[in-house]
């Protein structure tokens, strides 16, 4: 299908895209890579009366250590060298070759796909998203960024012009995995760990799992499961089998068609025992 | 409310090209129905079958997920461009896939090579994992994917040797 009729404007700058926005906000949709808004658009799920696109806006496409300008391509962020563990193992599975050289770390945090990978790194590293204004600028916690699924706290007169990943500090270690049917998919399940070792311990995790709700969530119980355990043997093994069953037992997932929701809950589970144990082996040598 | 047709020029397979479009109309149908370039196939139009891939300023783009007018400006290549900047021969990737059977309907070829071709030029030496992974984005019904395989491998192993 095609787009329904709708006017097109293209920002300059991000001043003017922001004065934009500020005048015609509620019945706009901001085009950055596309690759999620597009079908969208194609299906007329969605029908706004005016697409902003601010591809060309100068100085959004720039990685500043932590920092990721909106229109950093998920292909040309995995291009960094010295990439994150966790989002280096992550944008392999964001779409295809072909969509990541267009689909932005903007747009992706922006449009909040349940089932996307870069929501749920962001916010199992702590990360945040800048947006702004014609009032100014603002930072918005990840943990407080999503509402529900394609719903967020940005509002409509603010856009999205970075994002930060907290870089891992000494011992800490990170790791992201997740099942799709087909490479590229989206996924049936993703898990994401961070994990803080010292003195042969376990002194700080975060574990999150995506695609089981109507955005990522942050598994307090896994987390609780595996701080103050030891950071190798039994003891390690016991504490990644608790935060795996811990996983299970505290998300409801759902049904569709590709899995049902107590598939999803053991999957879950699965991946975040395999995304813990691959951080914590990282911990140990940070 | 809605925009009148706007100016658009860009460049189509090293030519120029100049034109007006409505601010709806997809890549993919103006390269086809405007241009007459029906080698850019449209199967799914919502970017999963890959069927659409063309390139955009040296990148690959599904031309079913990019609005005409956002090529205002842009260098755009389609299948018909790959033999074209090669003297009207067939490149090495399409030579390959000739001879490994790696298209029978061909209704997915224009796409994966224009997504092999940016890979290789990319990772002269792609590995296998890569490759597969490529073609995770490509859905072809006919060849289960091996013979696609093994060609793209083969155009790699020409290009390197020849390199040498």
Redesign the interface.
């Known amino acids: 299908m095609k787009p329904a009729p709708l006017a097109y404007r293209r920002a300059e700058s991000v001043e003017h895209a922001v004065a934009l926005l500020g005048e015609h906000g509620d019945d706009v949709r901001v085009l950055a890579g596309g690759q999620s808004l597009m079908p969208l658009l194609n299906m007329r799920r969605l029908t706004p009366s005016m697409l902003l696109d601010i591809t060309r806006v100068p100085g959004l496409d720039r990685v500043d250590g932590p920092e990721v300008g909106a229109l950093v391509t998920q292909f040309a962020l995995g291009e960094q060298p010295g990439l994150d563990d966790a989002i280096g193992e992550c944008l392999p599975y964001t779409g295809h070759y072909a969509t990541r050289h267009r689909g932005t770390i903007g747009g992706s945090i922006a449009f909040g796909e349940p089932r996307g990978e870069l929501p749920l790194v962001l916010l199992t590293l702590g990360g945040t998203a800048s947006v702004r204004s014609v009032g100014g600028e603002r930072e918005i916690a990840a943990e407080d960024l999503y509402t529900g699924a394609y719903t967020t706290t940005v509002k409509t007169d603010e856009l999205l012009v970075s994002t930060r990943w907290p870089q891992a500090r000494p011992g800490e270690g990170r790791a992201f995995t997740e099942l799709a049917q087909r490479h590229g998919d989206f996924t049936l399940a993703c898990a994401c760990a961070a994990v803080t070792v010292d003195r042969g311990e376990i002194v700080e995790a975060r574990i999150g799992v995506g695609a089981v709700a109507d955005r990522p969530l942050l598994v307090d119980g896994a987390a609780r499961a595996l701080i103050g355990t030891p950071a190798a043997g039994a003891g390690a093994q016991d504490a990644i089998a608790a935060a795996a069953d811990a996983t299970t037992r505290g998300i409801d997932a759902y049904d569709d068609h590709h899995a049902s929701a107590r598939y999803r809950r053991h999957l879950a589970g699965a991946l975040v025992a395999d995304a813990a144990r691959r951080a914590l082996d990282r911990a140990r040598r940070a | 409310?809605?925009?009148p047709p706007?100016p658009i020029e860009f460049t189509i397979n090293g030519r120029r090209h100049g034109d007006h479009v409505?601010?709806?109309?997809?890549l993919s149908?103006f390269l086809r129905h405007r241009l007459g370039l029906t080698g850019t196939h449209v199967g799914c139009?919502?970017?999963v079958c890959?069927a659409c891939?063309v390139r955009v300023d040296g990148?690959?783009?599904?031309a079913?997920?990019?609005?005409a007018?956002?090529a205002d400006g842009a260098d755009v290549q389609t299948v018909e461009g790959l033999a074209a900047a090669n003297g009207g021969e067939l490149t090495e990737l399409q030579q390959a896939l000739h001879e490994h059977h790696g298209l029978q309907c061909g209704f997915c070829t224009p796409?994966i090579l224009i997504?092999a071709t940016?890979?290789l030029e990319r990772r002269p030496d792609p590995s296998r994992a890569e490759i597969?992974?490529?073609l995770?984005?490509?859905i072809c019904r006919c060849t289960g994917y091996v013979p696609i395989v093994e060609a793209i491998e083969q155009a790699a192993a020409r290009r390197t040797e020849r390199a040498r």
């Open positions: 409310m809605i925009d706007i409505p601010a709806r109309l997809l149908d139009e919502h970017g890959g891939t990148r690959p783009a599904r079913c997920l990019m609005l007018i956002q796409g997504a940016d890979l597969e992974q490529l995770g984005g490509h």
